[in-house]
């Protein structure tokens, strides 16, 4: 069983920095691809970002690159995703996702397996 918890989400004004965390239990196996995902209001799920196992291959949306790091903790079972420069536009509710390594598309959310609960994140300009 895998259980995904994101935390850290919060109102912040554009420019602001938020860094959300997810914590994550279950065999590694299960959680090799770590990814966020985000929605807004009325809009569809969208690609923010995934790292594999070992840190070392991370993948960003194109609204996101550049403002946007996702790191992990695997001794502490947490992915992190530090955002910077936030913009309105950045509001949605922010979701973890956890998969195996494997086929497939990495940037596909129906791919994941494992999801949390979502934290929202809410940028005021």
């Known amino acids: 069983q895998v259980q995904v918890v994101e935390s850290g989400g919060g109102l912040v004004q554009a420019g602001d920095s938020l860094r959300l965390s997810c914590a994550v239990s279950?065999?590694?196996?299960?959680?090799?691809?770590m990814g966020w995902f985000r929605q807004a209001p009325g809009k569809g799920r969208e690609f923010v970002a995934y790292i594999t196992s070992g840190g070392a291959n991370t993948k960003y949306g194109d609204s996101v690159k550049g403002r946007f790091t996702i790191s992990r903790d695997n001794a502490k079972n947490t992915v992190y995703l530090q955002m910077n420069s936030l913009k309105p536009e950045d509001t949605a509710v922010y979701y973890c996702?956890?998969?195996?390594?494997?086929?497939?598309?990495?940037?596909?959310?129906?791919?994941?397996?494992?999801w949390g609960q979502g934290t929202q994140v809410t940028v005021s300009s």
């Open positions: 996702a956890a998969r195996p390594r494997g086929g497939g598309d990495y940037t596909i959310g129906r791919q994941y397996s494992y």
């Open positions: 279950g065999h590694s196996s299960l959680t090799q691809i």
